[in-house]
């Protein structure tokens, strides 16, 4: 599938005939592969003997992108599988900062092994390579790159937008995007992760997706990806660096106050053994989510729960 789709947009010529020759498969075949594909949110037109590729919004362009984000490296893959697996298989090659971008990933993934639904060339898909001093603690990271991603938005005039712990970003308690972060063993005496974050710019036709979920393209009709892009992984990094010499501080647990979508709300937070209801009252030093209880405050680490509007 992931060949087909290159061939589609790598300039090939487009016949069926050349398309089949290439694929090594027939035209039944390819067809076949098509109504797959289609069933998976992409968009194909037939046009007489010749196949096209219909993107949802205008493809990225590696070389933009990679002026804009020196003196990070950018990899730009049309397709992929998971572009946190990239930089897992290439990890030995990359710098503090370096990123993958794709504009169809077939196997990606969400927080506890969530598949996250990817039509082509509709979201910003993009994962990157960072690393800490494994003397600071970690907790709180993924929330501090969710407030990251909001900021990111209202420093493009784009607001409404807000958190919900630990790290999702929701618009109307519907969701935006998504963050993955995962610790890599690299023997090189630092803490090294690779961060993955979806968000959904225009899904298209309505998706098989099973949660309430947004996309930009909803509120800014004229969204521009590599513009978010550019300004999220600034903004990012920004924080990252002020998490790694400030911790959570009390500005950045204010701001999280700003834009907190259950902040002063009724909710349930649900473990393996119980659900426990309080009242939101936003995150502490550590990340810890705060939940003012009928037997006062209590804090939750995000690995451990989940949080749900009552």
Not at 130 to 138: E, F, I, V
Not at 150 to 177: C, H, T
Not at 192 to 214: F, R, T, Y
């Amino acid at each position: 599938m992931a060949k087909l789709i290159e061939l589609l947009i790598g300039g090939v010529e487009n016949s069926l005939e050349n398309l089949t020759a290439l694929l090594g498969c027939n035209k039944a075949e390819l067809l076949n592969e098509v109504a797959q594909l289609e069933q998976q949110g992409l968009c194909f037109e037939l046009e007489g003997d010749h196949l096209y590729l219909v993107p949802e919004l205008p493809l990225l362009n590696e070389q933009r992108l990679a002026q804009a984000l020196q003196p990070y490296h950018v990899t730009l893959k049309p397709v992929i599988s998971s572009t946190n697996q990239y930089l897992l298989d290439n990890i030995e090659t990359l710098q503090k900062g370096d990123l993958c971008l794709a504009e169809y990933q077939s196997a990606g993934r969400g927080r506890r092994g969530r598949q996250w639904i990817s039509p082509f060339a509709g979201q910003i898909i993009l994962s990157f390579y960072w690393q800490l001093d494994p003397s600071k603690p970690l907790d709180g990271l993924s929330s501090v790159i969710g407030l990251a991603i909001v900021q990111s938005l209202v420093e493009l005039d784009m607001y409404g937008f807000q958190v919900k712990w630990p790290n999702d970003i929701l618009v109307n308690d519907r969701k935006l995007a998504g963050i993955l972060v995962e610790i890599i063993n690299r023997p090189n005496g630092k803490l090294n992760l690779v961060i993955g974050i979806g968000m959904n710019v225009s899904l298209g036709q309505e998706k098989h997706i099973d949660q309430p979920w947004a996309e930009l393209s909803e509120f800014f009709p004229n969204i521009d990806r590599e513009q978010v892009i550019i300004q999220m992984v600034k903004t990012i990094y920004r924080y990252l660096s002020h998490f790694e010499q400030h911790g959570i501080d009390a500005e950045m647990q204010q701001q999280w106050l700003e834009h907190d979508a259950y902040f002063g709300t009724e909710v349930n937070v649900i473990t393996e053994k119980s659900v426990i209801s309080g009242i939101d009252q936003g995150i502490n030093s550590s990340g810890h989510l705060c939940l003012m209880t009928q037997d006062g405050v209590r804090y939750f680490n995000a690995g451990e729960v989940s949080l749900r509007k009552k």
